[in-house]
């Protein structure tokens, strides 16, 4: 019997685009180079990524490579998997009035045709839409099929895109953003006369970060011009799903508000991965598996559910898997964050996570303090920087607690080797003073936080500060008890009396830190830091001898123990040393050095120390260039004013600075002067350490290690007190 069936339609059919397409050029075209390789390309992503319009473009670009064209088959609006079959063949137009399964008369209709399929919104069919798939391309050679789906179909052969929103920074400066671009375009259509400009370009920029540059969450709020402005929409966005609706009427349902496209991947999900995505929803920014495993096991998720329930999400696309050089990490975005958040609060399980999530993060630091001192600083460093939103949301939490204070003042305390060695002077003090505000009993956290408070205070120049947090650690070290505490107020008061130009104090002050670290057994990157500075102290007193015996006791010390941090400090050090002798090609050296090893942790201060030695530097010996000192003088600049107070406003450490400037005064004319300044002051950090290095860039953490010319070796005891 004639199965009465019509032939395909050999011009494809899929729909024509209304509005313009935004961005996603390496999307597509590897969307193209797939579909030339694969018969199965499966574009994945969270709702409201952009996965339809990315896969209609893709499937118009590549209707030419197949005869019978492109055909689009909708499968979201298809709530019955029995019925898969007969969408797919009025999809294309074909039609049976046998009783034969649809999967069969599509086989027989297709056997002959070249043709590329889209099915558009599997996940909530994925089992259906997987052995629909598998059955067609098996049995009809000339089929490909590209699939949008929030989770893979698992199919042999299936190649992924996995499509993340719209970056919500420029990719280079000077360019616009993609997801502010799509922002401007939607805004125009909807708002006459309305433009992206210097105005408002600020404002949209800083809407489409919070909306993770989700497309339908932008276009959502482009939408809203209509009754608000950009600031009132950024203003209620604490509220997002009640302010992103009223989206486009001939869109899917699941479309028309932000909060129904989750729902729709939320309804998708099992039990436990619903419960796993509540709970993960503590989390800020990214994380790994055995922080999921320790916050989120326990009362109805077992520990090793976790690792499977962590797959499922990410093919569901809830989740976000980042690969880096130090393993598997995960995120969720913000706005799929917030909607787990709503169910993690519902359930009453908020505080329990929180509590567990900042007990994590407490380790993360606890760790990374221990693990400075030591051979994995490097790594150490670029954890805590990988955690850094976490230890945000962790201190957050501490301090909006009632009765955590104390855990707030461990934290930020705890930190210090973060605050300080990866360049965060700023954030630092801003939580240690919350906390320390909070929780003025005298404690050993408090102790800590005031000495760790005085330290970066004195680091940015901010001496009115630094001297009474000191000053009140070691009276209430002496009260206390507290050995360690004192020994560290006292070490952190020599710091504050170098810097005030006191280096004969500063040097007593040394001394008598050294004696107490020696008595408690106390050696770490701290000490190591306290004998870099009283050799810094004596060299500023023209000490040389003993200057650079201490200075090459911590180059001893540092090399036993794989220390980098202090020891690029120390380089600092020999460099000024090796210029005060005039060995110029040596401390060239060493300050180069000192500015690629504080690279790998971005140390700021260290960067600038030596990159204004190294502008001093260019004005010695037969290659002067005074030009290049003026530019390395403009580059340290621009640093400066990221780390506090030019030379912590010490006549000491600016000297360099200012001989160099009266030579380079002295031999350039007053536009080369000035310009050569200001060429310096525009380069970002990273151009303003290859210029410092000549051109090479410092590797990435944990690379290669030190390099360069070493002094002779000097054993140099710490001295009795």
């Known amino acids: 019997m004639s199965s009465g069936s019509a032939p395909v339609q050999r011009h494809g059919r899929l729909p024509a685009e209304l509005t313009s397409f935004i961005g996603r050029e390496a999307e597509l075209r590897s969307v193209a180079e797939l579909l030339k390789v694969s018969r199965l390309v499966t574009v994945t992503g969270p709702g409201g990524v952009g996965k339809t319009r990315l896969a209609l473009r893709a499937a118009a670009a590549a209707a030419a490579d197949h005869p019978d064209g492109a055909h689009l088959a909708e499968v979201g609006p298809v709530q019955d998997p029995l019925l898969l079959g007969h969408a797919v063949l009025e999809a294309l137009r074909l039609t049976d009035h046998t009783a034969r ?180 929803s503590v989390f800020a920014g990214g994380f790994d598996l055995d922080a999921a495993e320790y916050v989120c096991a326990g009362d109805g998720l077992e520990a090793d559910e976790v690792l499977e329930l962590l797959d499922s999400l990410v093919d569901k696309s809830v989740l976000l898997r980042i690969g ?48 400075w001192f030591g051979p994995r600083q490097a790594e150490t460093a670029e954890r805590t920087r990988l955690a850094h939103a976490n230890l945000r949301a962790a201190l957050e939490f501490c301090l909006a607690e009632p009765g955590e204070e104390q855990l707030a003042l461990v934290l930020a305390g705890t930190l210090w080797f973060y605050w300080v060695g990866s360049g965060h002077l700023g954030e630092g003090r801003h939580w240690l003073d919350r906390a320390l505000a909070l929780a003025p009993e005298p404690t050993e956290a408090r102790a800590k936080a005031l000495w760790v408070t005085g330290y970066m205070a004195t680091l940015q120049g901010d001496l009115t500060r630094a001297r009474p947090a000191l000053e009140e650690c070691r009276r209430q070290a002496l009260v206390t008890g507290d050995d360690r505490a004192l020994a560290y107020a006292v070490h952190r008061q020599g710091c504050a009396a170098l810097i005030g130009d006191d280096p004969q104090r500063a040097a007593e002050l040394f001394e008598e830190a050294l004696w107490h670290y020696n008595t408690i057994g106390e050696l770490n990157s701290n000490v190591l830091m306290a004998m870099f500075e009283l050799g810094v102290a004596y060299l500023f007193l023209g000490d040389t001898d003993n200057g650079d015996a201490w200075i090459e006791r911590v180059r001893e010390i540092c090399e036993e123990h794989g220390e980098q941090w202090a020891y690029a400090y120390g380089l600092y050090a020999m460099a000024y040393s090796k210029w005060a002798t005039g060995e110029v090609r040596l401390a060239r050296a060493f300050a180069r050095e000192c500015v690629r090893l504080n690279h790998l942790f971005r140390d700021l ?62 031999g350039l004319t007053d536009q080369e002067f000035t310009e050569a300044f200001r060429l310096g002051s525009g380069l970002d950090l990273d151009a303003a350490v290859r210029r410092a290095l000549g051109g090479e860039l410092s590797g990435p953490p944990g690379g290669e290690g030190r390099s360069g010319p070493r002094p002779p070796v000097r054993p140099f005891p710490v001295p009795a007190r």
């Open 101 to 280: 399964p649809p999967q069969d008369v599509l086989v027989e209709q297709l056997a002959d045709r070249r043709l590329l399929l889209v099915l558009d919104g599997c996940e909530h069919l994925v089992d259906a839409c997987a052995e629909l798939v598998d059955e067609l391309l098996r049995a009809v050679p000339g089929l490909s099929v590209l699939a949008t789906s929030r989770q893979s179909l698992r199919v042999d052969g299936e190649h992924l895109v996995p499509l993340a929103p719209l970056p919500a920074e420029p990719a280079f400066p000077g360019a616009e953003a993609e997801a502010v671009t799509l922002f401007a375009d939607r805004a125009a259509a909807v708002v006459p006369g309305w433009r992206l400009s210097a105005a408002n370009r600020a404002e949209v920029a800083l809407l489409c970060r919070r909306l993770d540059g989700i497309p339908l969450a932008v276009e959502l709020a482009a939408g809203r011009l209509r009754a608000l402005s950009v600031e009132q929409i950024a203003a209620r966005l604490d509220d997002r799903f009640r302010v992103l609706t009223g989206g486009s009427r001939s869109a899917p349902p699941r479309h028309h508000t932000l909060r129904t496209t989750i729902g729709w991947s939320h309804e998708l999900c099992t039990m436990q991965e619903r419960l796993l995505w509540a709970r993960l």
């Open 324 to 371: 880096d050089p130090g393993g598997v990490r995960f995120r969720m975005l913000d706005t799929l964050r917030e909607y787990g958040g709503q169910w993690l609060r519902a359930g009453g399980e908020d505080h329990r996570l929180l509590c567990r999530h900042r007990d994590w993060y407490l380790g993360v630091a606890t760790w990374g303090e221990v693990e």
């Open 605 to 666: 201060l260290g960067i600038v120390l030596a990159m204004d030695v190294l502008a001093l530097l260019e004005t010695e010996g037969p290659d002067t260039d005074l030009v290049e000192a003026r530019v390395l003088q403009g580059a340290a600049h621009r640093l400066w004013q990221a780390v506090g107070t030019p030379f912590f406003g010490s006549r000491t450490f600016g000297g360099p600075h200012r001989e160099c400037e009266q030579r380079a005064r002295a």
